[in-house]
């Protein structure tokens, strides 16, 4: 079964909605048996999403993020994962450092559009239109970066 790991930093504002928007994405074309989860590289306590991005996923998508509990990356998780995707360089460079192995499966999710490689901004402490950037964002990306994510995670399945 092919997973997919989605960092951020406290994983609370993006992760969590950009795991939910992939998860519902990945249904739309009927992989259900895939996984999508998220972690944070600094979740150093077990809490729910922000209610900001709460708020807009669910206004926005119809998508419940309500019950998610933040969780901080581990090995396991890692090397479990068929493709790692991370909001930010800061994050991706560190599993790449502290995971070298799996370094060829780290990835932006800007990068799973062609040409692009920037980080997503965190909207943590912000108000809600900060939120809406970053939901709009990173629903864009996805979109556009789907068939991206598909093959990069297809060529790393581990028999």
């Not at 259900?32 to 991005?53: H, K, L, P």
């Not at 790449?96 to 780290?106: H, L, N, S, T």
């Not at 900060?130 to 297809?154: K, N």
């Amino acid at each position: 079964m092919p997973k997919i790991l989605i960092v951020c930093t406290a994983n609370i504002c993006r992760s969590p909605v950009v795991e939910a928007l992939l998860r519902d994405r990945l249904n739309r074309q009927e992989l259900e048996d895939w996984t999508v989860e998220s972690a944070g590289t600094w979740a150093m306590f077990e809490r729910g999403a922000s209610q900001n991005s709460i708020d807009v996923l669910q206004d926005w998508e119809g998508i419940n993020i309500s019950q998610h509990r933040a969780r901080m990356v581990t090995r396991e998780m890692i090397e479990e994962s068929d493709l790692i995707i991370c909001m930010e360089l800061g994050h991706a460079e560190a599993l790449k450092v502290e995971f070298p192995k799996e370094a060829g499966k780290i990835f932006l999710l800007s990068q799973m559009v062609e040409n692009q490689e920037y980080n997503i901004a965190d909207p943590y402490g912000l108000p809600r239109p900060e939120y809406e950037v970053m939901v709009t964002e990173v629903r864009d990306l996805i979109d556009q970066g789907l068939p991206r994510i598909l093959a990069l995670t297809r060529a790393n399945i581990r028999s």
